[in-house]
């Protein structure tokens, strides 16, 4: 299994686990291309039980156009995006490419 691993910006959080990867992709909807500013978010989905979170991100919660219940987690210091939680993927956890 590969060891992912990562850090926001500043540092302040850090994340890794020994754990296979689940899908990869990039999302195209609306609230990801509004949150990147771009064509579209790099997503890595891994089980969220085979990741240790060091430090305390802060959460954003909204509505998908699925109608899932969304959670954006980012550094309350620095502002980077790094987690992500969908209600219609249970136990699983989104990584942003950008923080690996």
Known sequence: MPELSGRCLCGNITFSGDTEILRAGNCHCVDCRTATG???????TVAE?????AGTPKVYRHKAES??????????DCGSQ???????????????????
């Open 49 to 53: 039980d085979a990741i240790t979170i």
């Open 38 to 44: 771009a064509a579209y978010a790099t997503l890595i």
């Open 67 to 76: 109608g899932a219940d969304i959670e954006k987690l980012f550094c309350p």
């Open 82 to 100: 790094l987690f992500g939680r969908n209600s219609n993927r249970p136990g699983m956890l989104s990584l942003r490419a950008g923080g690996l």
